[in-house]
């Protein structure tokens, strides 16, 4: 029997180091399930997009900032700081294996082949949380799209991201003057206490607008120096 147009096709479906990963067709759009819980699609983008700009205009005009977005995904955030020649170094730090065959070589590959030819930028396996406590390299802005906000985490360990210890390592990784920038489902007040407490200042959250609904959210802030 052949699937109707608006029943759910599974492309992909993989139990990696963090649970049960999926890759499946609804219709024109592809949608990344991870253990049961919806993450992203391919329908809009406008968030993902939103938050690389939101990182580089909060910057002080530096030239050729580098960027380190947290969470492939559909590839938004990274086709959208490709397609901007005023960004330097790209670096993408995924953790599923399964999300970067599906760009390098799967149905993904149509949104961000463009991206990932580009020289500028480099795909990371691994963990953010260990890649932010661990690496010695250092971005001017730092975009993080890796949970439906701080307090709506895909696993509980992303929770440690979020907490005065992961925030503390986000500023290390960022140069003086660089961008902290959380995408978020919703206002966070409780979170936005903690980035400061923890050092970061011109604290702001900045609205996207959304078809229906509460609308999406981006969290920036500023390392000091």
Do not use: K
């Not at 559909?74 to 760009?103: K, M, N």
């Amino acid at each position: 029997m052949t699937a109707s147009y608006d029943t759910p096709v599974v492309l992909d479906r993989r139990e990696g180091p963090y649970g049960e990963i999926v890759l499946r067709r609804h219709g024109a759009l592809l949608q990344i399930i991870a253990n049961g819980c919806f993450l992203m699609d391919t329908s809009d983008g406008r968030s993902e997009r939103l938050l690389v700009d939101a990182a580089l205009g909060a910057l002080d005009g530096r030239p050729e900032p580098d960027v380190l977005i947290g969470g492939l995904g559909v590839g938004f955030s990274l086709a959208h700081a490709a397609a901007d020649p005023r960004w330097g170094r790209i670096t993408v730090v995924e953790r599923e294996r399964a999300v970067i065959d599906w760009h390098r070589d799967g149905p993904l590959a149509e949104l961000t082949a463009q991206a990932l030819a580009d020289p500028r930028t480099a795909i990371v396996e691994a963990d953010l949380i260990g890649y932010v406590n661990e690496t010695s390299a250092t971005f001017d802005a730092l975009c993080l799209d890796i949970d439906n906000g701080p307090d709506w985490t895909v696993t509980e360990d992303n929770e440690g991201l979020y907490d005065p210890a992961g925030l503390a390592s986000c500023a290390r990784v960022l140069r003086p003057g660089g961008v902290l920038a959380v995408w978020s489902a919703q206002p966070s007040p409780e979170f936005e206490g903690t980035l400061r407490n923890v050092g970061f200042q011109q604290v702001r959250t900045e609205e996207i607008p959304v078809a229906r609904g509460v609308p999406d959210v981006v969290h920036l802030a500023v390392r000091p120096g």
